[in-house]
C-alpha cells in the first residue's frame, strides 16, 4: 500500500528514536539502521489509517526486528574471529538517544553495551525499553506480548545482571579525561611502571580486529600483562606505520559519552580505545579496531570539531 506524504514524514520523524533503540539492542549503528529500514517497510505495507498509536506501533514492530536479529546474532558470533566488541559511536551521533538522565547516559555507555551481551534477548529488551526510554511496564509487556508482571521481573533480572558486571564505581567525566591523558603519557613514555600504577590489579584488556586487523583472541589479564602490552602497542615502529597507512594522530575525545582514545589517520579512525576507569584505577580497556565498525565513526569525525592530537604516533 502506497503511503503519502505525511505518513513517509510521520516515519521520518520518529526513525532517529527508532534507530537509537534499535543501537542499544543491537551494539551495532549498522544493523540499527538496517532494522529501522525494515520497520519503514513494514508500515509502508500497513494500513496505516488504522494505527491509533503509531509510535507505540512502530516501536513494538522494531523491538521485535531487534528480537529476531538478536536470535541469529548470537550464532554469528559464536564465529566470530577474536572477541565481539560493539560499534563505537561519537559525541553528537543522534543515535545515541535521550541522554537526559543518568541510567539514560550509563545505557549507552561501552562497558554497559557489552555486558548486554550476557542478557537474554527479552531480558536485553525490557532493559533498554524502561532504563533508556523510560516505557512503562504496561506498554513493554504489550511490545513484547508477555504480562505486564513478566515485565518487571525480567527488567529485575537484567539489572542484576548489569550491576554485578560493574563491580566499581565509576568516577566523574572531567576526573575520567585526566586519567585518559595521563594513560596516554605513561603509554608513550617507553616504561612499564607508569602504566603499571594507573591500573587495577585485575584489569583486562580486549580487542575488536573482526579478523580484518590483528587483535588478541583472548583477553590480556593482570596490571603487569597489561601494561606491557600497552606499552608494546604505543612502541613506534615502520610495520605498524605501514599496517595503518601513515603516521597516526591520538586524540582525547567523547564516545558514547564517555571520554576514549581515538586514533585517525589521514582522518580515517582506525582505533578507538575505552577505559573504563574507576576510583581504583582503570579496571578495563576496550579496543576497537575492526574497520567494518568505524565507517560511521569516520563519517562523524570528518564532520566534527576535534581539535589538535594530543600526540602524532608512528
Same mark, same amino acid.
Request: include cysteine.
Given at each position: 500500500m502506497a503511503l503519502n506524504m505525511v505518513d513517509v514524514e510521520r516515519f521520518e520523524a520518529f526513525r532517529p528514536r527508532l534507530e537509537a533503540i534499535?543501537?542499544?539492542?543491537?551494539?551495532?549503528?549498522?544493523?540499527?539502521? !538496517?532494522?529501522?529500514?525494515e520497520t519503514f517497510l513494514r508500515w509502508q505495507a500497513a494500513d496505516v489509517q488504522h494505527i491509533e498509536v503509531p509510535e507505540a506501533w512502530l516501536t513494538k514492530v522494531v523491538t521485535n526486528v531487534c528480537l529476531?536479529?538478536?536470535?541469529?546474532?548470537?550464532?554469528?558470533?559464536?564465529? /566470530?574471529?577474536?572477541? +565481539?566488541? =560493539?560499534? =563505537?559511536?561519537?559525541?553528537?551521533?543522534?543515535?545515541?538517544?535521550?541522554? !537526559?538522565?543518568?541510567?539514560?547516559?550509563?545505557?549507552?555507555? /561501552?562497558?554497559?553495551?557489552? %555486558?548486554?551481551e550476557r542478557l537474554s534477548p527479552n531480558e536485553r529488551a525490557?532493559?533498554?525499553?524502561?532504563?533508556?526510554? !523510560? /516505557?512503562?511496564?504496561?506498554?513493554? &509487556?504489550?511490545? %513484547? !506480548?508477555?504480562?505486564?508482571?513478566?515485565?518487571?521481573?525480567?527488567?529485575?533480572?537484567?539489572?542484576?545482571h548489569v550491576a554485578d558486571g560493574k563491580v566499581r564505581t565509576e568516577i566523574d567525566t572531567a576526573a575520567a579525561r585526566?586519567?585518559?591523558?595521563?594513560?596516554?603519557?605513561? $603509554?608513550?613514555?617507553?616504561?612499564?611502571?607508569?602504566?603499571?600504577?594507573?591500573?587495577?590489579?585485575?584489569?583486562v584488556a580486549i580487542g575488536d580486529g573482526g579478523g580484518k586487523i590483528p587483535a588478541r583472541a583472548k583477553a590480556v589479564e593482570g596490571a603487569l600483562a597489561v601494561a606491557k602490552f600497552m606499552?608494546?602497542?604505543?612502541?613506534?615502529? =615502520?610495520?605498524? &606505520? $605501514?599496517?595503518?597507512?601513515?603516521?597516526?594522530?591520538?586524540?582525547?575525545?567523547?564516545?558514547?559519552?564517555?571520554?576514549?582514545?581515538?586514533?585517525?589517520?589521514?582522518?580515517?579512525v582506525v582505533g578507538v580505545m575505552f577505559l573504563e576507569i574507576t576510583a581504583e584505577g582503570i579496571a578495563a580497556f576496550r579496543n576497537q579496531v575492526n574497520?567494518?565498525? %568505524?565507517?560511521?565513526?569516520?563519517?562523524? +569525525?570528518? &564532520?566534527?570539531?576535534?581539535?589538535?592530537p594530543l600526540l602524532i604516533a608512528f
Amino acid at each position: 500500500m502506497a503511503l503519502n506524504m505525511v505518513d513517509v514524514e510521520r516515519f521520518e520523524a520518529f526513525r532517529p528514536r527508532l534507530e537509537a533503540i534499535a543501537y542499544r539492542l543491537l551494539g551495532s549503528a549498522s544493523e540499527a539502521e !538496517d532494522a529501522a529500514q525494515e520497520t519503514f517497510l513494514r508500515w509502508q505495507a500497513a494500513d496505516v489509517q488504522h494505527i491509533e498509536v503509531p509510535e507505540a506501533w512502530l516501536t513494538k514492530v522494531v523491538t521485535n526486528v531487534c528480537l529476531n536479529q538478536l536470535t541469529s546474532a548470537r550464532a554469528r558470533r559464536e564465529t /566470530y574471529v577474536g572477541q +565481539w566488541l =560493539p560499534e =563505537p559511536l561519537l559525541a553528537g551521533d543522534p543515535m545515541l538517544g535521550p541522554t !537526559d538522565t543518568v541510567e539514560q547516559r550509563e545505557s549507552v555507555s /561501552y562497558a554497559v553495551l557489552t %555486558l548486554m551481551e550476557r542478557l537474554s534477548p527479552n531480558e536485553r529488551a525490557v532493559y533498554v525499553l524502561r532504563e533508556a526510554f !523510560d /516505557y512503562p511496564h504496561r506498554e513493554i &509487556a504489550e511490545i %513484547l !506480548d508477555i504480562t505486564e508482571a513478566a515485565s518487571q521481573q525480567l527488567f529485575h533480572r537484567a539489572k542484576k545482571h548489569v550491576a554485578d558486571g560493574k563491580v566499581r564505581t565509576e568516577i566523574d567525566t572531567a576526573a575520567a579525561r585526566r586519567v585518559v591523558e595521563e594513560f596516554l603519557a605513561a $603509554a608513550t613514555s617507553g616504561r612499564t611502571e607508569p602504566l603499571v600504577r594507573l591500573l587495577t590489579a585485575d584489569v583486562v584488556a580486549i580487542g575488536d580486529g573482526g579478523g580484518k586487523i590483528p587483535a588478541r583472541a583472548k583477553a590480556v589479564e593482570g596490571a603487569l600483562a597489561v601494561a606491557k602490552f600497552m606499552r608494546g602497542l604505543f612502541t613506534p615502529g =615502520p610495520a605498524k &606505520a $605501514a599496517m595503518l597507512g601513515g603516521s597516526v594522530e591520538v586524540h582525547v575525545t567523547a564516545v558514547n559519552r564517555e571520554p576514549v582514545v581515538v586514533a585517525v589517520v589521514e582522518g580515517r579512525v582506525v582505533g578507538v580505545m575505552f577505559l573504563e576507569i574507576t576510583a581504583e584505577g582503570i579496571a578495563a580497556f576496550r579496543n576497537q579496531v575492526n574497520p567494518d565498525k %568505524l565507517h560511521r565513526a569516520t563519517q562523524q +569525525w570528518a &564532520a566534527s570539531d576535534h581539535g589538535e592530537p594530543l600526540l602524532i604516533a608512528f
